[in-house]
């Protein structure tokens, strides 16, 4: 009796772990992507007209942390275009929350293995980081 | 071109990537950028920021319904996130130093692989019994069938997966492609994993596998918002559009049709870059 009350207990958890991450990741993407156009449509407002140049890569080195900055200031100021990178920003975190979210998810079923692994991932997408202040 | 028109022509060319790629099972990220640096003459490094970005919306929305119905086997993506995620940062790092032409051609015959890859007849297996390893690392699983019974399933060769899966992921960072193929191999043929617990599961994978590659494009100047913004909205409607038709039909003729065409796409890439011209 006892023995399957915890069990119901610990299905529930899951389950709704599940739901929780399937709603994150659902209305992450939109989120992002209503961000995403609507730069677009103030960008083209703005450079509809201008010529275009992709031939040719124009390599950068900036650290996120610059870039992060130089985006919430384009945002401010209104510009179309730093509006499609923070939607595209945003986009990128989706997954990040998700990491966090298993973290947690993982630390209420006391699954300390798993716990550990989900670190690890996220030690590397920080190591990942530390790679723009390198060179 | 002015930017608008080029907005337009991407979003169209976006939109039939998505569906193409949702269609043929290649996904959409493989197919937009042959089309951006064979026929918009993008560099591309660009195409490469602009499919990963499509590559995250596209199996983070995709991802979403399978976690929900408990198909997606959560604590082997993970675990596996482990090797997927070294292998992007890795990938990511060479792209910067490696020079163009090596990048299309290499991209070209992943290409190819991949293609002949999506044709190969897919059987069903399950291992019922899991190798010592995966049993400590409680990878064996179960998910729903659509008639409501529960499978369990079994996992062996952990390592031999979890070697398959770094090399996933340095060409997914290489290339900015999901490498749904190299994945597929990792799970099914290594690991042994059900089809259906492997798809859904590489998916929900390849948003934090992106991720750990991305911090990297956005450093090197790869992710050109001009590029992305027509790219990862049309790529996503197309996928949508293509995932609705796929529900109906039976596409076989279409992916032999699809396969023959990006096989096309992938030679002019390996001739391109040994000419130089990309």
Same mark, same amino acid.
């Given at each position: 009796?006892?023995?399957?009350?915890?069990?119901?207990?610990?299905?529930?958890?899951?389950?709704?772990?599940?739901?929780?991450?399937?709603?994150?990741?659902?209305?992450?993407?939109?989120?992002?992507?209503?961000?995403?156009?609507?730069?677009?449509?103030?960008?083209?407002?703005?450079?509809?007209?201008?010529?275009?140049?992709?031939?040719?890569?124009?390599?950068?080195?900036?650290?996120?942390?610059?870039?992060?900055?130089?985006?919430?200031?384009?945002?401010?100021?209104?510009?179309?275009?730093?509006?499609?990178?923070?939607?595209?920003?945003?986009?990128?975190?989706?997954?990040?929350?998700?990491?966090?979210?298993?973290?947690?998810?993982?630390?209420?079923?006391?699954?300390?293995?798993?716990?550990?692994?989900?670190?690890?991932?996220?030690?590397?997408?920080?190591?990942?980081?530390?790679?723009?202040?390198?060179? | 071109? +002015? &930017?608008?028109?080029?907005?337009?022509?991407? /979003?169209?060319?976006?939109?039939?990537?998505? #569906? *193409?790629?949702? %269609?043929? @099972?290649?996904?959409?990220?493989?197919?937009?950028?042959?089309?951006?640096?064979?026929?918009?003459?993008?560099?591309?490094?660009?195409?490469?920021?602009?499919?990963?970005?499509?590559?995250?919306?596209?199996?983070?929305?995709?991802?979403?319904?399978?976690?929900?119905?408990?198909?997606?086997?959560?604590?082997?993506?993970?675990?596996?996130?482990?090797?997927? +995620? &070294?292998?992007?940062?890795?990938?990511?790092? /060479?792209?910067?130093?490696?020079?163009?032409? #090596? *990048?299309?051609? %290499?991209? @070209?015959?992943?290409?190819?692989?991949?293609?002949?890859?999506?044709?190969?007849?897919?059987?069903?297996?399950?291992?019922?019994?899991?190798?010592?390893?995966?049993?400590?690392?409680?990878?064996?699983?179960?998910?729903?069938?659509?008639?409501?019974?529960?499978?369990?399933?079994?996992?062996?060769?952990?390592?031999?997966?979890?070697?398959?899966?770094?090399?996933?992921?340095?060409?997914?960072?290489?290339?900015?492609?999901?490498?749904?193929?190299?994945?597929?191999?990792?799970?099914?043929?290594?690991?042994?994993?059900?089809?259906?617990?492997?798809?859904?599961?590489?998916?929900?994978?390849?948003?934090?596998?992106?991720?750990?590659?991305?911090?990297?494009?956005?450093?090197?100047?790869?992710?050109?918002?001009?590029?992305?913004?027509?790219?990862?909205?049309?790529?996503?409607?197309?996928?949508?559009?293509?995932?609705?038709?796929?529900?109906?039909?039976?596409?076989?003729?279409?992916?032999?049709?699809?396969?023959?065409?990006?096989?096309?796409?992938?030679?002019?890439?390996?001739?391109?870059?040994?000419?130089?011209?990309?």
């Amino acid at each position: 009796m006892e023995k399957s009350k915890v069990m119901t207990h610990e299905k529930f958890g899951e389950k709704s772990f599940q739901t929780i991450i399937g709603n994150l990741l659902r209305y992450g993407v939109w989120i992002s992507l209503s961000v995403a156009f609507i730069g677009g449509i103030v960008y083209l407002m703005h450079h509809g007209n201008d010529i275009e140049d992709y031939s040719v890569f124009k390599e950068n080195d900036r650290n996120i942390f610059e870039v992060i900055t130089a985006v919430v200031n384009g945002v401010i100021s209104g510009s179309g275009e730093f509006l499609i990178f923070f939607g595209i920003i945003l986009l990128f975190l989706t997954p990040v929350f998700r990491v966090l979210l298993s973290l947690f998810s993982f630390l209420i079923e006391k699954d300390y293995l798993y716990v550990i692994i989900t670190l690890i991932v996220i030690l590397i997408i920080i190591t990942s980081i530390s790679f723009g202040f390198s060179h | 071109m +002015t &930017i608008l028109t080029f907005t337009l022509i991407m /979003l169209l060319g976006a939109f039939l990537a998505g #569906f *193409i790629g949702s %269609l043929s @099972g290649l996904g959409g990220g493989i197919i937009i950028i042959p089309l951006l640096t064979i026929i918009l003459d993008v560099d591309i490094h660009y195409a490469i920021g602009a499919a990963l970005v499509s590559v995250i919306a596209t199996s983070s929305g995709s991802a979403a319904a399978y976690v929900k119905e408990g198909i997606t086997n959560m604590r082997l993506g993970i675990f596996l996130e482990i090797a997927t +995620t &070294i292998g992007a940062v890795c990938g990511a790092l /060479l792209s910067t130093i490696a020079p163009t032409s #090596f *990048i299309a051609v %290499l991209f @070209g015959l992943t290409l190819i692989f991949s293609a002949i890859n999506s044709l190969r007849k897919k059987e069903e297996h399950i291992v019922l019994e899991s190798s010592p390893l995966a049993k400590n690392l409680k990878l064996q699983g179960t998910y729903p069938t659509h008639d409501g019974q529960v499978v369990s399933y079994g996992t062996k060769n952990v390592i031999g997966g979890f070697s398959m899966m770094g090399i996933a992921g340095m060409m997914s960072g290489l290339l900015g492609i999901g490498s749904g193929a190299f994945k597929v191999i990792a799970m099914d043929n290594i690991m042994r994993i059900p089809f259906k617990v492997s798809t859904t599961t590489s998916n929900f994978m390849m948003g934090v596998t992106a991720m750990a590659s991305s911090v990297i494009y956005i450093q090197k100047g790869y992710i050109e918002p001009g590029i992305c913004m027509p790219v990862v909205i049309g790529v996503l409607f197309g996928a949508m559009a293509g995932a609705k038709i796929l529900v109906r039909t039976n596409p076989k003729k279409l992916r032999i049709f699809f396969a023959c065409l990006i096989f096309v796409l992938a030679v002019n890439m390996v001739y391109n870059g040994i000419n130089g011209k990309i």
